[in-house]
């Protein structure tokens, strides 16, 4: 007989985060639960680029005029995120907020701006205005307007930490996701069977589906914001190299041991489309993609990288 699941769930960092745990004390089940969401809500507290008592707002304010000392895992979370840029030849970056707001994809419908406006963003945009000191934890920005914006990947993030604290308290079966676009699988499910979630739209009917067990999953689309102009959608992911929309990749989904990483790889995949699996193939080598794409004929393709 499988045991009982328990449900638990959160509205955080402008998501809604599930947890289903199962297998022995349902007491000991539900401290461990709640213990793992309370630590998402402390990092959200930590890490949102709109709360202005934040870490990362405290750092956007302060730290184009004078060096902001953080917390040590703040620190290496920032050093992490540079690195990855670095691994995704820039297309994962987390300075890109300025060309989001330059094409109105911050809270508007989104609208083509001007080349002044695009010029003055993209002088806002890359990871090289991050200047991060290890001896004393202080995060530097070169000038006023640069800023930092964690996103989907403070989210992976957040779910990395409550997964790690699942597994200190002993959770070898759990299921927990944000928003369904990040979702890492502790173990199997309670009958024995992998976890197993299927990719919807504008992945085809016959995409496979993903089958976890100890891996996490994201996936990233340029349809959840977008607007037409001249006859052509514009999605909301930009490439920060170009500060142009992305367009031929509809959508990445990859699988891998850290929540965060598939996060920022899931975003490089759609800005840097199926030339870049070799690439992505030697450097992540524990980690698989798939990606959706619009052929020459208007249906849509999956391609692997595996």
Request: aromatic share 8%.
């Amino acid at each position: 007989m499988n045991d009982p699941v328990l449900t638990l769930s959160l509205q955080a960092m402008a998501t809604r985060f599930e947890l289903l745990l199962s297998g022995g004390d349902p007491v000991r089940l539900r401290a461990a639960g709640e213990e793992a969401l309370a630590e998402i809500e402390r990092l959200e507290a930590q890490l949102s680029f709109y709360r202005r008592d934040s870490e990362i707002y405290w750092i956007n304010q302060r730290a184009a005029s004078i060096p902001v000392q953080v917390d040590p895992r703040l620190f290496r979370l920032l050093q992490h995120c540079v690195e990855l840029t670095t691994l995704t030849d820039g297309a994962f970056d987390i300075t890109v907020g300025p060309l989001m707001r330059a094409w109105k994809f911050t809270g508007e419908g989104g609208a083509i701006p001007s080349q002044d406006d695009l010029d003055a963003a993209r002088n806002l945009t890359g990871i090289h205005l991050i200047t991060l000191n290890e001896e004393n934890f202080t995060v530097g920005l070169a000038r006023p307007g640069v800023e930092i914006d964690l996103g989907g990947f403070g989210k992976g993030y957040a779910i990395e930490r409550a997964v790690e604290l699942l597994r200190e308290y002993g959770v070898d079966t759990a299921l927990i996701h944000g928003g369904t676009s990040s979702v890492y699988a502790i173990g199997r499910q309670p009958d024995g069977e992998p976890w197993k979630i299927a990719l919807s739209s504008p992945f085809p009917d016959h995409a496979p589906v993903v089958v976890l067990e100890d891996r996490a999953l994201s996936v990233s689309a340029v349809h959840g914001k977008s607007f037409e102009a001249g006859g052509k959608t514009y999605g909301h992911v930009i490439d920060p190299r170009t500060g142009q929309p992305v367009d031929r990749v509809l959508a990445a989904a990859v699988t891998g041991p850290s929540p965060s990483v598939c996060e920022a790889l899931s975003k490089a995949l759609l800005v840097h489309g199926p030339e870049w699996s070799d690439t992505f193939r030697n450097r992540f080598e524990n980690y698989r993609a798939s990606m959706a794409l619009r052929s020459d004929r208007g249906d849509v393709l999956v391609h692997r990288s595996e």
